[in-house]
């Protein structure tokens, strides 16, 4: 079997969809993307494709490989969601290709279900509540909000009262037994986190999210300690190298590859 062709579908508002085709008529279908950088991601296919062409699509690993060390520059946003999408529909060619669903090649099925959250966003407390407690009358058992609008490096005490008071209001409407989770977004500067990060112990989160971005990530040995609730972080991660340090030095608790 050969690969014959790639075809990257943009999809308004923020989607890229790859179709990868083979001389035997199996075709994959992945999804090179990464948020507002749609574009990007398919011109990064487009580069990676000449490589592909009549290549044996089920050699996954070794594509993988040459694609991702064969550059001087690796890694990142672009390269690594360009590769992620080619990977997809590789994955689900061999699938096709052998009659069985991915996640058998994968060692099989290890849950029936899984426990999910519901974005509830709102950055006022009526409407945060009111999201919150439609999202439990849904099924869910868990959300997830913002935490907070910006903060400055030393800002209010104002904004981390509001941001305490939504938090509250959602903690109220739901009762004490679903999960909340707080996205900090990468908002927040280390001296508004610490601040931050030590009121909110009282709500019993689920998980605080992103207290600090990524590439501020020694900012976390400070922040840590100051908090009962478990830290999630991960989302602007893209590969095994870049979760090497994360995993190794243990201040993180949910990885969110
Ligand atoms: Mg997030």
């Known amino acids: 079997m050969k690969i014959t062709k790639l075809t990257t579908y943009i999809v308004p508002p923020r989607w890229c969809f790859l179709k990868i085709e083979t001389d035997e008529g199996v075709v994959g279908w992945g999804e090179p993307v990464v948020e507002g950088r749609a ?46 999408g080619i ?15 991915v996640s058998q090649l994968l060692g099989g099925p290890v849950r029936d279900s899984i426990r999910v959250y519901s974005w509830i966003g709102g950055d006022r407390p009526a409407d945060t509540a009111a999201a919150a407690r439609e999202a439990v009358a849904r099924g ?85 300690p100051l908090t009962s609730i478990p830290i999630a972080l991960g989302e602007r991660l893209y590969s095994r190298w870049d979760f090497k340090r994360i995993l190794s030095e243990g201040y993180v608790d949910i990885i969110q590859p």
Do not use: C
């Open 39 to 84: 574009h990007s991601v398919a011109a990064a296919v487009e580069e990676l494709s000449d490589y592909l062409i009549g290549k044996d699509p089920r050699h996954i690993e070794d594509h993988w490989t040459v694609l991702y060390r064969g550059g001087f520059y690796r890694g990142g946003a672009i390269h690594m969601s360009a590769l992620a």
């Open 140 to 224: 869910f058992t868990a959300v997830k909000m913002n935490g907070t609008e910006e903060l400055q490096f030393v800002d209010s005490y104002e904004k981390v009262e509001a941001t305490l008071a939504n938090v509250a209001a959602v903690r109220e409407a739901v009762g004490p037994h679903i999960g909340i989770g707080v996205d900090f977004h990468g908002r927040v500067h280390k001296p508004m986190a610490k601040v931050l990060i030590k009121e909110l112990d009282p709500y019993k989160l689920m998980f605080i999210e992103e207290p600090v971005l990524s590439e501020n990530y020694e900012a976390l040995k400070e922040l840590a």
């Open 87 to 101: 990977d997809q529909a590789l994955w689900d060619i061999k699938g096709k290709a052998l009659g069985v669903s």
